[in-house]
Each structure stands twice: as C-alpha cells, then as structure tokens.
C-alpha cells in the first residue's frame, strides 16, 4: 500500500485499524506483527505509536467499537417493535445480517477475546452480556405473555445466538441462497423453535 502522505490523522487512523482488522482476520492477533501492519498502510513501525500505545490497544479498540455498534444496531432495529414475537424476529434478521455483513469484524470479536488482557477482556465480556441480555428479555417478555415457549430463556438465548453466529463459519455471498433467503429461513426456525409464528412487526404508535 502506497504511504499515506499527507492523510489527516482520523484518516491514517482509520486505514490502521482497517489494515488491522484484515491482517488479524487473515493471520490472527499473535501472528500479526506492527511492522506487518506498518507496511500495509505505508508507514514506518515507529509511527503507528502516534494512533495506539501497543498491539493490545489496538486489538481492544477493534473489539470494543465492534460491540459498541453492534448495540448502537440493534437498538435501532428494534426500536418502536412492541410485540414479542416481533421483536424475536426482528432480532433473529438483524443479527444475521450484520454477522454475515461483518464477518471479519465478528470472527475477531468471538476467537480473539482469548487474546485481550484481562481488564479489557472484561469489559468486552460486559458488552456482550448486554447483547445477550436483549434477546434473554425479548424471550422472558414473551413467555410471560404466552406467546413464545421456552422452558428456560437464558439457554434458548444462548442456542439462538450459537445458530445465528455461525453462519459467519460458512456464508458465502455467491452461495447458491441470497441474504434474503437465508434470513427467512432462520427466522422460521427461530420461530419454530420457541413455538411461534411469523407475523407481521407491529411499531408502536
């Protein structure tokens, strides 16, 4: 990659962390190294302390701005759906398409938190508890209102998510079914699997 001579600072910096999504996508965090990542964006090794003090920092801030969006996402999905069933459903389409979208920011996400120190690995693992929290109360809401049956929501939720997440393992964008098709599908199953139907998102107001 060309140096970036004359780049803004947000530029530069977002061309690093950009670089370092593929590189550690590609390689893993261990294997990839700062002078690996220098030459990508065409600087000297020495000069990517100016955007982050260490690999750690870097590999934090990846993961961290991942889960910030992915709840900044989800919100918006969800906002004004008050049924339950709805609300599952909604949830179901979202996250596979985001993981499909993202793959490379999810994959570091999921098999790199193994790599984060411990303070940071914390506060990502409360980031992701927030996320799980979501669809553990779409799920309680739902049973208590008699229109999803799951004998125990926090294990139906973490099935789902298992389910969901996984088609980052083998999604293909020219796989033989389109996004559109596949988000169908699981949410069906979704569905069938807490004992409801699809039915048309109801806003409020």
């Known amino acids: 990659m060309a140096r970036t001579v004359g780049s803004s600072g947000p530029k530069t910096a977002e061309a690093i962390r950009a670089a370092g999504i593929r590189l550690i996508y590609e390689h893993g965090f261990e294997a990839m190294s700062l002078r690996q990542l220098a030459a990508e964006v065409g600087l000297q090794p020495g000069s990517l302390y100016k955007y982050f003090d260490t690999k750690q920092d870097l590999l934090f801030d990846i993961v961290r701005e991942h889960l910030e969006d992915l709840l900044a996402k989800i919100a918006d999905a969800l906002d004004g759906i008050v049924d339950p069933v709805a609300r599952l459903a909604a949830f179901a389409a979202f996250?596979?398409?985001?993981?499909?979208?993202l793959k490379s920011n999810v994959y570091i996400a999921n098999m790199e938190l193994r790599s984060l120190e411990?303070?940071?690995?914390?506060?990502?693992v409360a980031m992701r508890k927030r996320y799980e929290a979501i669809l553990i109360d779409i799920?309680?809401?739902?049973?208590?209102?008699g229109a999803l049956h799951a004998?125990?929501?926090r294990v139906a939720a973490f099935a789902i998510l298992a389910m969901l997440t996984g088609i980052c393992n083998w999604y293909r964008a020219d796989g033989p079914m389109t996004q559109d098709e596949l988000v169908t599908l699981h949410v069906d199953?979704?569905?069938g699997g807490v004992g409801a139907k699809?039915?048309?998102?109801?806003?409020?107001g």
């Open 95 to 101: 996250h596979l398409r985001y993981h499909m979208t």
């Open 118 to 124: 411990p303070d940071n690995r914390a506060i990502i």
């Open 139 to 145: 799920l309680r809401e739902g049973q208590a209102a």
């Open 151 to 153: 004998a125990e929501p």
């Open 189 to 191: 199953l979704v569905l």
């Open 198 to 204: 699809r039915q048309a998102v109801h806003k409020a």
